[in-house]
């Protein structure tokens, strides 16, 4: 469960983190003082719980919880204040609860155990088409020992899972399909020894000869544009891909049905 606690007072919110780590032992608990740092954080990693404190300088609670629910429609959102004239806000948001403080291991703790929303396991491989193309292994970028590598990734995500063949890699990574078999054996294979070597193997379909991704196995922008699902992360703003020549064509796809 991957649980964030915002609240711009440093006591507070160390109390806060620390009752939530003694209530639920496998909370990965990330802190913030500023929304902001909050707000960021959410754009690119996947948050189940969020404690937010109400009284907050500059954006406050309520404010917040809108703009993460942009990003997470089904993230749980507990308020925590000593004010009680944000309830309605609270309710109008489906805000899983509403904690007065001095909050408390046994507050946080119910509140764990009775979640709005359940939580559910997330996909570990984060992959960004719009814009510059970048991949996310649990939130932190993905090193590949090519750069070639990262492009073969990146077309098989173009093809949103149907099964290219080698020669048609090949040809796209090298505009010609003569004389480049042996670098590409090498280049399939930092690509699938990254992905076992960090148990996330089954976002790729590999049969003999021929390989695609498994769009159901990866949280993907492009992905989700298509499927109707095109605010907030995944949102499109003219850009796709933008360090590869050959996404021209998608990008302009995309322009045309935006």
Request: proline content about 3%; aromatic content about 10%; hydrophobic content about 35%.
């Amino acid at each position: 469960m991957i649980v964030m606690a915002v609240d711009d007072e440093r006591f507070a919110l160390e109390n806060l983190v620390e009752s939530i780590a003694q209530a639920s032992s496998d909370a990965q608990i990330h802190r913030f003082r500023y929304p902001e740092d909050a707000l960021d954080f959410a754009k690119g990693n996947h948050v189940d719980v969020a404690f937010l404190d109400v009284e907050m300088i500059g954006m406050n609670g309520v404010e917040l919880a809108e703009r993460l629910k942009i990003y997470h429609p089904d993230i749980n959102i507990i308020f925590s204040t000593g004010y009680g004239h944000y309830r309605d806000a609270a309710f109008d948001l489906h805000a899983s609860s509403y904690l007065t403080k001095p909050i408390t291991l046994e507050k946080v703790k119910k509140e764990l155990d009775n979640l709005r929303r359940p939580i559910r396991n997330p996909k570990r491989v984060r992959i960004r088409a719009f814009g510059n193309f970048e991949v996310y292994l649990d939130g932190n970028p993905i090193s590949f020992k090519y750069s070639k590598t990262k492009e073969m990734l990146a077309y098989l995500v173009d093809r949103k899972g149907a099964l290219c063949t080698n020669g048609e890699i090949v040809a796209v990574l090298f505009e010609d399909d003569n004389g480049h078999e042996a670098y590409f054996r090498s280049l399939r294979k930092d690509l699938t020894d990254i992905l076992e070597t960090t148990g996330c193997s089954e976002i790729l379909n590999q049969q003999r000869g021929r390989i695609g991704i498994v769009p159901e196995q990866v949280d993907c922008d492009y992905f989700n544009w298509c499927s109707g699902k095109r605010s907030g992360g995944n949102a499109f703003h003219g850009e796709y891909m933008t360090q590869y020549s050959w996404g021209e064509y998608t990008n302009g796809m995309l322009i045309n049905r935006n």
